[in-house]
């Protein structure tokens, strides 16, 4: 584009601003035909209820009768019998929105009839109206609200009945006619305009309300939260809806701007499944710094979490082994280890999988008679993490693996000494401690942006450059 054309582009300021506000979200949800299918089996099933509900006006008139006269007509206590949408699907419309097509629905409508003629006759029965060939075709637009929660709503409805065929009881045949001619057409019309009017209150009453189910802000526990806001209204594409979320964990206390942007995500198209989740290296790097500001990695390790089993105890006996000068300074004394990460940790996430190498520090104390700490030393610890992800009643939950440990001497108040030689004491000390602790926790896991009452199954879990894929099936539970 030059710079002339993109000036005129331009040239709406509001345009402007959303090209250059533009964000990469840091989490896609992508719901495709799949997914659509099924929303439409569930969402066709309410509306049937919804429209068997459907009251009619009643109807009167008057109109001329060959050989009778003008004759006064009304039709009242029109019911709906019930109301079948037998084909219904819903297509992603690119750029516009859903757009539903309902075609061969079928009806049931009856009620009562009343005429007047020459004046002072008088007629009423029961009528019964078959209501055949009803076609719908409905626009849906998507959006998004200040929340960041996404909206629905009609943009564009028709409807067409094109086929009504009438039952009445009374003893006159040019009852039959007058109710053929006027009444059936009067019926149909106003069937057709209250079918919109239903499906507008329906959207606007039910998807509505169950779309905003949507968690844009999740809490997680009592230090962090998740941010699942919209970070721009779902779009649609031939293939599918996708909605781009911000996909970032806070701290609740001290929220502040990530110091990287997300990358932007490569969806492939895989389709096999209802809903895909792209959750970007960035979702889980902002973890690490929400928790990392929340003060929450920091760990210690003490002598009572050693297992019985572990041949070893935490105190200044066993490390003299590697450091001689610990048993004058501080003989036969419990020891504790203070674990923190001086900075959050960061991940790359790639074809291959997760990779990390987090640095942890490592501050070791020697614990006095009277109960006051001794520093000791302070390591640095830093391996290779491999993870394992998965989703469990839709949270992503995961477990990590820590290779070789390997240390370095980052300071110490007991002079120097070889920290090679503690390398496989502080891989059963922190593999015995740290990581099953760790891995309980991950295994409680974070919860998907889900609305409510959905349950997935049939997971897949891919990696991609700069995310994690994950895949599944969508089972909503009904009510009651
Ligand atoms: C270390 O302490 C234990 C019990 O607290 C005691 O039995 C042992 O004799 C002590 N060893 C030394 C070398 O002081
Ligand atoms: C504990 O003992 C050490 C050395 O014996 C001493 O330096 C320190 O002040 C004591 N701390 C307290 C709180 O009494
Ligand atoms: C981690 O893995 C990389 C590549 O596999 C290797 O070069 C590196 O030495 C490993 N780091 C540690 C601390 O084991």
């Known amino acids: 584009m030059g710079v002339q054309s993109l000036a005129v582009a331009c040239g709406a300021l509001a345009l402007c601003l959303a090209l250059t506000t533009a964000t990469n979200p840091g989490f ?50 029109l019911r709906l019998r019930d109301f079948h949408l037998p084909y219904s699907r819903i297509t992603p419309i690119p750029n516009v929105g859903l757009q539903v097509s309902i075609s061969n629905a079928f009806a049931e409508l009856d009620g009562d009839w009343r005429v007047k003629f020459y004046f002072v006759s008088r007629d009423h029965g029961f009528f019964n109206l078959k209501v055949e ?60 305009s209250k079918l919109c009017d239903n499906v507008a209150k329906s959207v606007q009453n039910e998807l509505q309300t169950y779309i905003q189910t949507l968690p844009v802000t999740a809490r997680i526990d009592d230090k962090t939260g998740i941010d699942y806001s919209l970070v721009a209204p779902p779009r649609t594409t031939a293939q599918s809806l996708d909605a781009d979320l911000k996909g970032e964990f806070y701290s609740l206390d001290h929220r502040s701007t990530v110091p990287f942007s ?61 450091i001689p000068q610990l048993e004058e300074m501080y003989p036969n004394m419990t020891m504790k280890f203070r674990l923190s990460a001086p900075t959050a940790p960061f991940l790359t996430i790639g074809p291959g999988g997760i990779s990390f190498q ?21 390591l640095s610890l830093t391996g290779n993490v491999s993870a394992v992800i998965n989703v469990r009643s839709g949270r992503i939950v995961g477990s990590v ?66 995310f994690l894929l994950l895949g599944a099936d969508v089972h909503f539970q009904p009510r009651g």
């Open 133 to 192: 060939n009803v076609y719908m075709k409905i626009t849906l637009r998507l959006g998004s609200d200040t929340a960041g929660k996404p909206t629905i709503s009609t943009s564009d409805c028709s409807a067409r009945i094109s086929k009504v065929r009438l039952l009445l009881s009374g003893k006159f045949g040019w009852l039959y006619n007058l109710f053929h001619s006027v009444i059936e057409s009067k019926l149909r019309k106003s069937l057709e």
């Open 358 to 378: 987090p640095t942890v520090d490592a501050q070791a104390y020697a614990i006095l008679p009277n109960s006051s700490l001794a520093p000791l030393f302070l």
């Open 28 to 77: 896609v949800v992508r719901i495709t035909q799949a997914g659509l299918d099924y929303a439409n089996q569930q969402g066709i099933a309410i509306l049937e209820k919804e429209l068997a509900q459907l009251k009619l006006p009643d109807i009167s008139g008057d109109s001329r009768v060959l050989r009778v006269g003008k004759v006064h007509y009304e039709l009242s206590r």
């Open 262 to 322: 997300p990358l932007p995500l490569a969806f492939p198209s895989d389709h096999d499944r209802m809903v895909y989740f792209g959750a970007s290296s960035y979702f889980f790097n902002t973890a690490g710094i929400a928790y990392h500001k929340a003060g929450a990695l920091v760990f210690e390790i003490t002598e009572a979490m050693i297992p019985k089993d572990a041949g070893f105890k935490l105190d200044t006996s066993v490390f003299s082994a590697f």
């Open 401 to 466: 693996d820590v290779g070789r440990i390997r240390l370095s001497l980052k300071d110490s108040a007991v002079g120097t000494f070889k920290v090679r030689m503690m390398q496989s004491l502080m891989n059963i000390l922190t593999s015995s401690t740290l990581l099953p602790r760790l891995n309980a926790r991950l295994d409680e896991g974070f919860p998907l942006p889900l609305l409510d009452r959905i349950q997935l199954s049939n997971i897949l879990v891919k990696y991609h450059e700069n």
